[in-house]
């Protein structure tokens, strides 16, 4: 037994069981402190290293230009002010998306605003794009070391979830300024279309809204590569009017998809007694996510890269989206039931079916089943 997967094994069975007791914002709170204590030694960081990190060259991409040590990403939402980015590549991240930022700093929801959903491996997430705003996300990442560099970060910008920024034009300004203070430090932009939990009902989700919105971004100097973050709750000839919007505004890619706003007539959510307000994440949204990339996929010809996410609790959960045109993957619920063991696990298990599959390298299985 690999080391990753004893951990796995002590997290489902003796970690688990008493903090999921405890409030999950606060469990998340204090492994935030835990996780970013640990990340600011070299002795700390690679003994997290030996205990949790599987490499291997079949997982190993360049993709936009960006060298990807494998293709499993934390997602949005777990690390939004940058403290973690020292720690994750050693938990066995091959990338990170930290954020989502805005502008300006920003309180949030009031509280309780994470709820964790058992029966439907799930969590409710209601923080309002609480943030603490570009301009000190950004002296963070500029105080890393330089060798923390070569870890890809994705940044995550969206509007200021609050009354000030409630026109389009407004909007598109904060966010070509939170770009400008940003965008040096990313490796990838990712525009969040889709936050389920802001005051403005996803503007940018509209295809004419998002036109005004990205030749402003394009336009900026020391451009990244740029990625669309979407909701899984739009008709398909929506996502194909983002995608014609995306295409002629030379977008790199989309990653599908964020939390879930649908309760009605949902068979993967079992839980009962859910707080009013918030978007659901895990085993709730991910067959609404696998459709989502699916269609995607199907309707881009490769024109699009296509990262994959919403409910990847294994290494059968990636390789599915993988199959269904992901080259890249990226997760948070599964971390919080699964505990971080579960990074060299999907790790480890994408390498055995590739294998078994007859594949020399995960990029000749990107699409496989469409
Ligand atoms: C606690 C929490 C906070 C999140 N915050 C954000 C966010 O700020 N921006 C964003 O784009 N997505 C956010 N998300 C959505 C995730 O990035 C991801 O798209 C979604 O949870 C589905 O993946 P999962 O099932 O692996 O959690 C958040 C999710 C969780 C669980």
């Not at 996510?289 to 024109?303: K, N």
Request: glycine share 8%; charged share 20%.
């Amino acid at each position: 037994m690999a080391l990753y997967d004893l951990e796995r094994w002590t997290y489902r069975n003796i970690a688990r069981p008493p903090l999921f007791h405890l409030d999950p914002e606060v469990v998340h709170d204090r492994t935030t402190d835990f996780a970013e204590f640990f990340g600011r030694t070299a002795p700390t960081r690679a003994l997290t290293r030996w205990f949790f990190r599987y490499d291997h060259p079949m997982l190993r991409q360049t993709i936009a230009g960006i060298d990807f040590a494998n293709p499993i990403g934390l997602s949005a939402g777990f690390d939004k002010n940058a403290r973690l980015t020292l720690i994750m590549p050693e938990i066995g991240f091959g990338f990170e998306e930290i954020g989502s930022v805005s502008l300006r700093p920003c309180r949030g929801n009031p509280k309780p605003r994470l709820h964790r959903l058992p029966a439907s491996k799930s969590v409710v997430v209601n923080y309002g794009l609480m943030n603490d705003g570009a301009s000190v996300i950004a002296a963070r990442l500029a105080a890393r070391p330089t060798a923390a560099a070569k870890f890809p970060l994705g940044i995550s910008l969206v509007p200021t979830n609050d009354a000030q920024s409630t026109t389009i034009p407004a909007m598109v300004e904060e966010v070509v300024a939170a770009h400008r203070i940003l965008a040096p430090y990313a490796a990838y932009v990712t525009l969040n279309l889709s936050c389920p939990n802001s005051c403005q009902p996803q503007p940018f989700m509209d295809p004419r809204a998002l036109r005004e919105l990205l030749p402003e971004v394009v336009k900026q100097p020391g451009q990244k590569p740029i990625f669309l973050k979407i909701s899984p709750d739009v008709p398909k000839s929506q996502l194909d009017e983002l995608m014609a919007a995306a295409a002629d505004f030379g977008v790199t890619g989309f990653i599908a998809t964020n939390l879930t706003k649908q309760r009605e007539g949902n068979p993967a959510l079992r839980d009962t007694n859910l707080p009013e307000k918030g978007g659901l994440s895990g085993g709730v949204v991910s067959a609404l996510s696998d459709r989502t990339l699916e269609h995607l996929a199907r309707q881009s010809h490769g024109r699009f890269v296509l990262m994959g996410v919403g409910g990847v609790f294994g290494p059968d959960d990636a390789y599915r989206k993988i199959g269904l045109g992901a080259s890249l993957i990226q997760l948070i619920t599964g971390m919080l039931y699964e505990g971080p063991g579960l990074l060299g696990s999907i790790n480890r298990g994408l390498v055995d079916r590739l294998q078994r599959d007859g594949f020399k390298h995960i990029s000749e299985a990107v699409g496989k089943d469409l």
